[in-house]
């Protein structure tokens, strides 16, 4: 059994996110109950935890003295958000992923989906997901792929429609992208950027305690 320390959880936040910098405050070596949250605000006063894990944890301050706290940001939103997130493909059953990379950055996955009608597919996002902000549906009956991409611009619509993707899913939807999907016959997906967090949130915790049994964990913030 792998007992979980401050030091040892940040090394893995490091490994598996890919970012560095993962203890942002030190605190207690064992750590048997793990709380997360995307901001400081969502914890309460009176924390009952050994340490916690802060999304943006810029404003922890002096808040929860003596607590350990971890966080990471960029690497959080790259593998467990909207973007390259293999993790969401692999919940929702998609096959053959891959990356979509635009002017030398990686910017999402395209991938097959399960669902080849619109309203299906809009109901597996919504049962994993827990719901949209907003969507455009398709000119096409018939969903090929779909790509989940980390930013919406006409430029990208139109790559991902190139790429054959007859759905982009996003984390907001951006008005000045609308005319391009339009043009393109690309639905889109707004899954909304806090719901997208919270689900990567969970995800983290999951797999935390399957890294480190005996670890409990607790997600804040959620509906």
């Not at 959880?9 to 203890?23: D, P, R, S, Y």
């Not at 939807?173 to 997906?189: C, D, E, N, Q, T």
């Not at 983290?204 to 913030?221: C, H, I, K, N």
Request: proline share 6%; hydrophobic share 45%; glycine share 12%.
């Amino acid at each position: 059994m792998t007992s979980a320390t401050l030091t040892g959880l940040a090394a893995w936040l490091t490994v598996t996110l890919g970012e560095t910098g993962t203890l942002k405050r030190g605190g207690p070596e064992d750590v048997t109950r793990l709380a997360l949250a995307l901001e400081p605000r969502d914890l309460p006063d009176d924390l009952d935890a050994d340490a916690a894990f802060v999304h943006r944890s810029r404003h922890v301050d002096g808040h929860w003295p003596g607590l350990g706290i971890l966080g990471a940001h960029d690497g959080f939103d790259l593998h467990l958000t909207t973007g390259p997130n293999r993790r969401l493909a692999a919940a929702l059953g998609w096959q053959d992923v891959g990356e979509v990379a635009w002017e030398g950055r990686v910017f999402g996955i395209v991938a097959r989906p399960p669902q080849a009608a619109w309203e299906e597919l809009r109901a597996a996002l919504h049962a994993e997901l827990g719901g949209e902000d907003s969507s455009i549906a398709p000119q096409s009956e018939t969903i090929r792929r779909v790509a989940v991409m980390n930013a919406m611009t006409p430029a990208l619509v139109g790559h991902v429609a190139g790429l054959g993707a007859d759905v982009y899913l996003t984390g907001q939807l951006r008005p000045s992208a609308v005319p391009a999907a339009r043009a393109a016959g690309i639905g889109v997906v707004a899954l909304g950027h806090r719901r997208t967090e919270l689900w990567g949130l969970r995800t983290l915790a999951r797999e935390l305690e399957a890294a480190f049994p005996g670890l409990d964990t607790r997600v804040y913030g959620s509906p």
